[in-house]
Nanobody
């Protein structure tokens, strides 16, 4: 069974950095695009960043541009989110997700990892 497992969350002071990882398991795993989303308490889930797995083309929410970097290691079926200059408003549960093809929505989600940024 294919699964996504996030790791790397934690508590960090404002201005600090964290790197999140999302590892996909399962022999049949494939993805067109992988994305990171986040959800803060009382707020809707929002898009953070995504990467096309073949070309490496990346997309970012305006709120994280120049601070976050998404990358992938196709050999390891792993996607990363390097976060720097973290702000208290980045506090949220972060989820990775898989989009299997460009014509369907993200269809596989991880369980999430908590990022807390203290001021």
């Amino acid at each position: 069974q294919v699964q996504l497992v996030e790791s790397g969350g934690g508590l960090v002071q404002a201005g600090g950095s964290l790197r999140l990882s999302c590892a996909a398991s399962g022999r049949t795993f494939s993805a067109y695009r992988m994305g990171w989303f986040r959800q803060a308490p009382g707020k809707e889930r929002e898009f953070v960043a995504s990467i096309i797995m073949t070309s490496g083309t990346t997309y970012y929410a305006d709120s994280v541009k120049e601070r976050f970097t998404i990358s992938r290691d196709n050999a390891k079926n792993t996607v990363y989110l390097q976060m720097k200059s973290l702000k208290p408003e980045d506090t949220a549960a972060y989820y990775c997700a898989r989009q299997r093809s460009p014509v369907i929505a993200f269809d596989l989600w991880g369980q999430g990892t908590q990022v807390t940024v203290s001021s």
